[in-house]
């Protein structure tokens, strides 16, 4: 069975550094792309960026380029987000998901979801 | 940057068909995909390339997608379905684009 299991909630406060992991399982760790997906609290779904665990080739979205930094540890085939210094407006869930698909028709969807990291970072 | 709208939201009575629309510019050259999200849980895909299903979702959720507007659609509605809806496709530059969301209401 493939699984993404996340680690569980965190309370920082501001400027507070921060990396959350994201373990999978149960299919080759490798040759499957990785994203983290950001959903702010009563918001709607939103793609932060992916990483191919093979080569660590990462894509970030423009407008949280540079925020977060996102990683793998292929040994333990497990993707990290971190952030260097937190601030209020990352008070949100995170997921990561498995991105599947067919690239000769470039034709992608994210199959499988972890549990969800909640991030509440408050002074 | 590419965007993609979907009304806030959608109200069905159980048993009935409800549609769900995704407007992007030229969408229908893209693949589209969908996903179910029930309060307090992950999201889970119910439809990809367009009109296909993963193994577990049932027959009743449908997709099509033509021009510049994808549709999910819910046959014999049950309460059950009650969530909220989100569209995805990806843009020129290889970036995931999530839809604004549509929450569906089983009344």
């Known amino acids: 069975e493939v699984q993404l299991v996340q680690s569980g909630a965190e309370v920082k406060k501001p400027g507070e550094s921060l990396k959350i992991s994201c373990k999978c399982s149960?299919?080759?760790?490798?040759?499957?792309?990785i994203g983290w997906v950001r959903q702010m609290p009563g918001k709607g779904l939103e793609w932060m960026g992916s990483i191919y665990p093979e080569d660590s080739d990462t894509r970030y979205s423009p407008s949280l380029q540079g925020q977060v930094t996102i990683s793998v540890d292929k040994p333990i085939s497990t993707a990290y987000l971190q952030w260097s210094s937190l601030k209020a407006s990352d008070t949100a869930t995170y997921y990561c998901?498995?991105?599947?698909?067919?690239?000769?028709?470039?034709?992608?969807?994210?199959?499988?979801w972890g549990q969800g990291t909640v991030v509440t970072v408050s002074s | 940057s590419y965007e993609l709208t979907q009304p806030p939201s959608v109200s069905v009575s159980p048993g009935q068909t409800a549609s769900i629309t995704c407007s992007g510019d030229?969408?229908?050259?893209?693949?589209a995909c969908w996903y179910q999200q029930r309060p307090g849980q992950s999201p889970v895909l119910v439809i990809y390339q367009d009109t296909k299903r993963p193994s577990g979702i049932p027959e009743r959720f449908s997709g099509s997608n033509s021009g510049n507007t994808a549709t999910l659609t819910i046959g014999g509605t049950r309460a059950m379905d009650e969530a909220d809806y989100y569209c995805?496709?990806?843009?020129?530059?290889?970036?995931?684009?999530f839809g604004t969301g549509t929450k569906v209401t089983v009344l």
């Open positions: 998901a498995r991105r599947y698909g067919d690239p000769t028709i470039l034709a992608y969807a994210f199959d499988v």
């Open positions: 149960g299919y080759s760790f490798m040759s499957f792309w």
């Open positions: 030229k969408l229908g050259g893209k693949s």
């Open positions: 995805q496709a990806w843009d020129s530059s290889a970036a995931a684009v």
